[in-house]
Every structure is written in structure tokens, then in C-alpha cells.
């Protein structure tokens, strides 16, 4: 308001759309501290993010040929439990079993595993209701009754294709990027 | 001050003059917690416990200073800094940390009776929202400092705890989990996240210090409420804060911190669980993960969304975990009432009591591990619990027929006794009773 009286005066620094120099460059003055002050809240929000030193530990190499089948392995990727299970082609057949359209997180064993090799099942330890760690990977733990992993936090139950049949977990246990090095060496966060 | 027969500060030495006259700060304390604060003379005990969760504040900023002073902030040297070299070496350790570790259970138990206090005899309405609100900010505050607190021992539960709580935002699609890795510094809970939780949770007391003095500043300026609800009328309805509440407040913090010394000196580990005296391990989750008590209610919400719909269970879990402490936010305009006091609303008393007990089932189920009824319990008790904020507090003030109200705080504590009814200081005969009917 206060600057339409004063230029209703008809002060000479007005341009024909009633916009005084002086308003100008107010708007110029702020805009440029304003993001000045949000470009110097980028490093402020970025140091947050995983540094240099936890992205190296991204990938891991596990040695795969003492794993027999039945039998599986937890190891630590990016401070995170993976499991390595070598199924026998009795779990093997049960997960093939299973009609898709039962699962609440559709996936076969064939997408879930790499072409010729599926007995080697990857998949992270963790439950993906609220992150942990269920059992089963270990020698007499308890499967559940779909014989993969049983989450002892919320009941959350997982086949021998480590997919959620029952329970509040949303998501199939996830399987990492993965690649056979070698037939008996996985790298585990490699693409391939 | 709000009522115009506060007393006015009147330095008497020549050192408060000379101060006053350069910096009030004189004026400032006696204003607000001295003769210069008049307080409604009618206040039970249950409007001492603002100043016991100041003082249990107080007790954990000073504590936590002096323990963070021990504390190693490093995933291999946490958990031995702590039970070590804390708990065995450090001279006075122990005390410092079951003072810290009980001083926390402390000030979440006086905060939530403070809190209580407020719902049932109306101490959200007008003039007094922002009070309310304020206060539901440091109980936020409070919540995110105990426990990032609670990681730092970086035993099995802090662990899985700092996993269980970020996991919290991978419920929401597609930014959630990169905002969990941008939360932790990782992937899972590791070195980045342990260093980021100490440094603020030695920030965050006291920006909750600092949200307290708003509070107190909002409650001064219409003043304290009562437990008639009625608003004071004039000087005959009041006591000044000193010498009345200062003793009153005093003889009742030391009722308390003697509890508080019981607990900690001979039940230092009830309220705590013993996994977290295992070192935290990445790979083997305990079999029964819970909360410390003080979140229970909150972990059953959380829990009892077993089956999604629209939306997946997890993300409504914790929709309605936010939810359940966002909507307090909103309390002073779903209850209309303008009756204040639960003692004058004979419904909404009811009402408030069986969301006492609801609150109550809550904090049980959240503790106790799951089964078929503890499940279908909580999702009850869940349901209720918005059913009264959401439904029953609107319909019953819409509703209500209030009790009559007294005619004035005086009228509600004399029973009618007018001639004790002269201000403080001004009694004719020195009868000493009203001194002592606050």
C-alpha cells in the first residue's frame, strides 16, 4: 500500500508499471541472501549422507564352496546380515509350488535367484517390517511353518524362497546385487 | 504480570538497585517465581509437577554433562566406556549413570501425570493453547532425546532400537528409505549414526530448556489455571508464588526425589532390560524387543495395524503412532466445552478415566510380547483411543450438561467462610489458616 501512495506522488524513479528501483533491488537483496542461505545449507544436509569410508565397504566377496545344501551362511555386508543358503531341491520344488497370485509380494524363485543356479538364495537378513534380524539361517533355528525365516520381533513369516507369506513384514526379504565370481565365490554389491 | 496487584520488584540493597537499573534480571525472577507471580490459592498437588519435570530436567542436563565427559562416542569403545569404565572405574560413575538412566524414567513419569493433569481439568482451552502446544513440542523433544539417550550404551536393545525406530520412515514410499540411510550415515546403525545421536542428544535438553521458558512465558501471561477451572477475580483468589508455591512445590520435590532416590539406589535396573547389558550385535536380533516403558503405549499403536488396506499395515502403524501425539495439537478446538474442570463436566469425567485405563491397556500390550488376544487388545485400545479424541470429547462438549460452577475460586475453597476470605498478609485475626489452603 505504502508504495502505491508514494508512487502516486509520482516520484521519477518509477517505470510505467508502478514498480520503484528501490523495490527492485529490495527483492534482488533478499532473493540473493535467500539463496545464499539455502545453498549454504547444502553441506549442512549432504555430510548426513553415507561418507567415503562406509560406500567402501559396498561390496564383499564370500566363499561359498563349504555350504552345503540345507545349509546356509550369515555374513556381514555394509553392516548389514546376509544370508547364503544353498537349497535343497525339496525347498526348491516347494517354492515353485506356490501360485503366485497367493503372495502378497509376487515374485518366483527364478527372479529371485541368478539363471542355473537356483539353489544359491541371497538375501539380506533383514526383516523388512522394522529391520530385524529373523531366524532360520542358523542350524536348528526356528523357519516358521513355511520353512525360509520366522522374524521373532513381529511374527513375520518367510518361505524357502525367502518371501513373506504371513505376518506385518510388507516385502520379500531383499535380494542385494550380486555376482558369481567364480562357482564358488559370490561378490555380494557388484551388479551382475 | 497479569493481575494488576502483583507486587512490583522494589530493590532493596543498593547491589539489586544498581543491577535492576542495567539489567532486570532481579526483576525477571521475582516476577515470575517470586511475590511478583500471583498463583489461584486453590491448586492441589497435582499443579506441582511443571516444577518437578524442571527439576528432573535439570537432574539429566547435569548428570549427562558429567557423563558425557566419560563417554567414548565409538561403536567398539561405547559400550565398555559405559559399563567399564563408568559403571566400575570412575569415581561416583555408577551413581552419576543410574541417576542419568532412572532421572530419565523420572521425567517421562512426572511429564505424563503434568500431562494428564492438563487433559482432565482443561488446561489446553482458551486463553491457554499455546501452553499446551508448547508442551506437546518438548514432549516431542523429550521422546527424540530419550531415545537417542537410549542408543548410546550401544548394547543389544540400543541397537536394535536405533534399527527398529529409523525403520520407522522406510514405511513411507519411495523417499523413506533413502531418508533412513540419510538418517543413519549407512546402511544400518553403525559408527555415523552413534556419533550423530550423542551430539544431539547432548543439543537437544536444552532446546527443550529453551521451549520450557517459552511454556512458563505463555502460562504467565493469563496465569496459572485451577483445579475449578473458574478464572481468578481478583486478589482475594490468589497467593503470591513465593513464599506459598516456592514451599509448597519444595516440600513436594523432596517427597519425590526421595522415591527417586529409592528407585535408584535399590532398583537401579527395574526399568531398564537386561539385554542392553549384551554388547550390540549386527547380526542376531534378541528374541523380545521392546522400548523403554516410557514409549510402550506408542509401540502398541505401532504394533497393531496387522493388515494393510489402501495403504501397507507398517505405513498405517506408523501413521497412527504419529497421529496419536499429533492430534493433541489439535485438542482445544475438539473439545468446545467452555466448561474448564473435569470436576464440574460429569461426562467427560467418565471419559476421562476410561482413557486413562485405555492408556494404561496401551502401555501394557506395547511391553509385553505378542499373541493372538494381546494383538486383538491392542487394536481395541488403539481404536479407542482415537474414538476418544476424535468422537467422544466433540459429541460429549457438544452434549454435556456441566455441574454449576462456583462463583469464585474464594467461594469454591471457603465453603462460604467470607470473613477468611481477606488476601494473604491482610487477615484481621492471625488465624493461619488460610496460609495454608493452597
Redesign the interface.
Known amino acids: 500500500m505504502a508504495t502505491k501512495a508514494r508512487s502516486a506522488e509520482g516520484s521519477q524513479d518509477t517505470t510505467g508499471d508502478g514498480v520503484r528501483r528501490r523495490d527492485f533491488l529490495n527483492v534482488a537483496a533478499v532473493s540473493f541472501a535467500g539463496v545464499g542461505t539455502v545453498a549454504a545449507l547444502a553441506p549442512l544436509i549432504v555430510q548426513?549422507?553415507?561418507?567415503a569410508d562406509?560406500l567402501a565397504l559396498a561390496s564383499t566377496e564370500v566363499d561359498i564352496s563349504k555350504v552345503q545344501p540345507g545349509q546356509g551362511i550369515?555374513i556381514?555386508w555394509?553392516?548389514?546380515?546376509v544370508f547364503v543358503r544353498n537349497l535343497t531341491p525339496k525347498e526348491i520344488a516347494e517354492a515353485n509350488a506356490v501360485p503366485l497370485s497367493e503372495l502378497r509380494d509376487p515374485q518366483s524363485l527364478a527372479e529371485r535367484t541368478k539363471p542355473g543356479k537356483p539353489n544359491w538364495l541371497i538375501t539380506l537378513?533383514?526383516c523388512t517390517?522394522?529391520?530385524?534380524?529373523p531366524l532360520g539361517i542358523g542350524e536348528g533355528e526356528n523357519r516358521g511353518p513355511y520353512g525360509g525365516y520366522f522374524?521373532?520381533?513381529?511374527?513375520s513369516m518367510y518361505d524357502t524362497a525367502a518371501r513373506i507369506r504371513q505376518?506385518?513384514?510388507?516385502k520379500n526379504l531383499e535380494v542385494p546385487d550380486y555376482k558369481f565370481t567364480s562357482p564358488t565365490t559370490v561378490e555380494i554389491g557388484a551388479k551382475g | 504480570m497479569s493481575f494488576s496487584w502483583a507486587k512490583p520488584y522494589e530493590p532493596k540493597h543498593p547491589a539489586m538497585k544498581w543491577l535492576d537499573e542495567r539489567l532486570p534480571i532481579p526483576r525477571l525472577v521475582y516476577g515470575a517465581t517470586g511475590p511478583g507471580y500471583p498463583v489461584p490459592r486453590n491448586l492441589n498437588f497435582f499443579w506441582n509437577f511443571g516444577v518437578l519435570a524442571a527439576i528432573f530436567l535439570g537432574i539429566q542436563i547435569i548428570t549427562g554433562i558429567v557423563l558425557a565427559m566419560h563417554f567414548y562416542a565409538t561403536t567398539d569403545g561405547a559400550f565398555n566406556s559405559v559399563n567399564q569404565l563408568i559403571m566400575r572405574d570412575v569415581n561416583a560413575g555408577w551413581l552419576l549413570r543410574y541417576a542419568h538412566m532412572n532421572g530419565a524414567s523420572f521425567f517421562f513419569l512426572v511429564t505424563y501425570i503434568h500431562i494428564f493433569r492438563g487433559l482432565y481439568y482443561g488446561s489446553y482451552k482458551p486463553p491457554r493453547e499455546l501452553v499446551w502446544m508448547l508442551g506437546l513440542v518438548i514432549y516431542l523433544l523429550m521422546m527424540a532425546t530419550g531415545f537417542m539417550g537410549y542408543v548410546l550404551p550401544w548394547g543389544q536393545m540400543s541397537y536394535w532400537g536405533a534399527q527398529v525406530i529409523t525403520g520407522f520412515f522406510s514405511a513411507f514410499p519411495i523417499v523413506g528409505e533413502p531418508i533412513r540411510i540419510w538418517l543413519l550415515g549407512g546402511y544400518a546403525p553403525d559408527q555415523a549414526a552413534l556419533t550423530r545421536f550423542f551430539s544431539l542428544h547432548y543439543l537437544l535438553p536444552f532446546v527443550i530448556a529453551a521451549v520450557v521458558i517459552l511454556h512458563i512465558w505463555a502460562l504467565h501471561i493469563p496465569g496459572s489455571g485451577n483445579p475449578t477451572g473458574v478464572d481468578v477475580k481478583d486478589e482475594k483468589d490468589t497467593l503470591p508464588f513465593h513464599p506459598f508455591y516456592t514451599a509448597k512445590d519444595g516440600w513436594f520435590a523432596a517427597v519425590v526425589l526421595l522415591v527417586y532416590a529409592l528407585v535408584t539406589f535399590y532398583a537401579p535396573n527395574y526399568l531398564g532390560h537386561p539385554d542392553n547389558y549384551i554388547p550390540a550385535n549386527p547380526l542376531a536380533t534378541p528374541a523380545h524387543i521392546v522400548p523403554e516403558w516410557y514409549f510402550w503405549p506408542f509401540y502398541a499403536i505401532l504394533r497393531s495395524f496387522t493388515i494393510g488396506f489402501i495403504l501397507p499395515a507398517k505405513l498405517w502403524g506408523v501413521l497412527a503412532m504419529f497421529g496419536s501425539i499429533l492430534l493433541l495439537f489439535f485438542l482445544p478446538w475438539l473439545d468446545k466445552s467452555p466448561v474448564r474442570s473435569g470436576n464440574y463436566r460429569p461426562v467427560f469425567k467418565r471419559f476421562f478415566w476410561l482413557l486413562v485405563i485405555d492408556v494404561i491397556i496401551l502401555g501394557y500390550v506395547g511391553g509385553a510380547p505378542l499373541n493372538w488376544w494381546r494383538t486383538a487388545l491392542g487394536q481395541a485400545a488403539s481404536a479407542y483411543y482415537f474414538l476418544h479424541f476424535l468422537v467422544i470429547l466433540p459429541l460429549v462438549s457438544a452434549f454435556e450438561t456441566p455441574d454449576p460452577l462456583p462463583n469464585s475460586i474464594t467461594d469454591s475453597v471457603l465453603h462460604g467462610e467470607t470473613a477468611e476470605a481477606a488476601p494473604a498478609g491482610k487477615r484481621r485475626a492471625s488465624r493461619g489458616s488460610v496460609a495454608t489452603a493452597g
Open positions: 548426513m549422507s553415507p561418507s562406509v550369515k556381514s555394509r553392516k548389514q546380515p537378513g533383514v517390517h522394522l529391520g530385524c534380524v522374524c521373532p520381533c513381529h511374527g505376518g506385518p513384514a510388507p
